[in-house]
């Protein structure tokens, strides 16, 4: 079975760094494009960026560049999300989702990120 | 890149249909036939619904089926069930690969 599978809920300080995770399953990993959406509390889905496990090959929507970083390891079959200073406006739901046919089709659960003093 | 733009809300009644439209620009929907819908009913994960514009993953009901005109995209649901009861999301390549969604409709079912 396909799979993507997200690591837990953070809870961060205004200033914090923080990292999370998307682990593929069920299919090669390095052949297929991750990509990153948000969603804000009570709000709609935001496109973030994306990357392809196999050579790293990053793109970001010009909304997330520099305030995110998306990295990948294909050895781990893994693909990341990192901030260097979080901010309270970055609590959100962050899911990762896998890019086939110019589409999304199999996301992960979401992992919530709250941000708060 | 903008947001798409979705009207807020629709409504049907059981056994109706309805049509969710999505307006972009010559950039994104009238540039590719990269349009993809989305279903996420409260609290839980988003799920294709349609993606090229008018294909439907396996699984998905064939009531649900897409369109594009120019700049403008169309979800359409036809014999409208509790169920679809949710918020769609539309969402367009716009090259580089890179994507954007549109704000979301909020469906319901009267």
């Known amino acids: 079975e396909v799979q993507l599978v997200q690591s837990g809920a953070e809870v961060k300080k205004p200033g914090e760094s923080l990292k999370i995770s998307c682990k593929g399953s069920?299919?090669?990993?390095?052949?297929?494009?991750i990509a990153w959406v948000r969603q804000m509390p009570g709000k709609g889905l935001e496109w973030m960026g994306v990357?392809?496990?196999?050579?790293?090959?990053?793109r970001y929507s010009p909304s997330f560049q520099g305030q995110v970083t998306i990295s990948a390891d294909k050895s781990l079959s893994t693909a990341y999300l990192q901030w260097t200073s979080t901010k309270a406006s970055d609590t959100a739901i962050y899911y990762c989702?896998?890019?086939?046919?110019?589409?999304?089709?199999?996301w992960g659960q979401g992992t919530l990120v709250a941000v708060s003093s | 890149q903008s947001a798409l733009s979705q009207p807020r809300s629709v409504s049907g009644s059981s056994g109706q249909s309805v049509t969710i439209s999505c307006t972009g620009t010559?950039?994104?929907?009238?540039?590719?036939?990269?349009v993809s819908w989305y279903q996420q009913h409260p609290g839980k994960v988003p799920r294709l619904m349609i993606y090229?514009?008018?294909k439907r993953p396996s699984g998905v009901p064939d009531r649900f089926s897409g369109s594009k005109s120019g700049n403008t995209a169309s979800l359409s649901i036809s014999g409208l069930q509790t169920e679809d009861e949710a918020e769609y999301y539309c969402?367009?390549?716009?090259?580089?690969?890179?994507?954007?969604f549109g704000g979301g409709t909020k469906l319901t079912v009267l």
């Open positions: 989702a896998r890019t086939a046919d110019n589409a999304l089709g199999i």
């Open positions: 069920g299919y090669t990993f390095a052949d297929y494009y």
């Open positions: 990357i392809r496990p196999g050579d790293s090959d990053t």
């Open positions: 010559t950039s994104d929907v009238g540039a590719y036939n990269y």
């Open positions: 090229d514009v008018n």
């Open positions: 969402c367009s390549y716009v090259g580089r690969y890179i994507w954007v």
